[in-house]
């Protein structure tokens, strides 16, 4: 009994609500006219995936330097 539950993962979970929010920030992006940001996304995801070898880990922090990155350069360059 409760013998399944020592071998729960929930990476799955959490990369796949990463990749969610990586969707819908570049879909968000592209609908509103942010193409700056949106080309950033897409170039800093691209650039991490290739240099991690294009492994899962390298996905999920493709991923996430993306999503850093969309929200923060496109401010810094109305500055």
Same mark, same amino acid.
């Given at each position: 009994? =409760?013998?399944?539950?020592?071998?729960?993962?929930?990476?799955?979970?959490?990369? =796949?609500?990463?990749?969610?929010? =990586?969707?819908?920030?570049?879909?968000?992006?592209?609908?509103? =006219?942010?193409?700056?940001?949106? @080309? @950033?996304?897409?170039?800093?995801?691209?650039? @991490?995936?290739?240099?991690?070898?294009?492994?899962?880990?390298?996905?999920?922090?493709?991923?996430?330097?993306?999503?850093?990155?969309?929200? @923060?350069?496109?401010?810094?360059?109305?500055?």
């Amino acid at each position: 009994m =409760g013998a399944l539950l020592g071998h729960m993962d929930l990476m799955p979970l959490i990369y =796949g609500f990463i990749m969610f929010l =990586g969707i819908w920030s570049m879909y968000h992006k592209l609908m509103s =006219g942010q193409l700056f940001g949106f @080309v @950033v996304e897409a170039g800093i995801f691209s650039l @991490v995936f290739w240099l991690h070898g294009g492994s899962m880990n390298g996905g999920f922090a493709a991923m996430i330097a993306a999503l850093i990155a969309g929200q @923060v350069l496109p401010r810094m360059r109305h500055k």
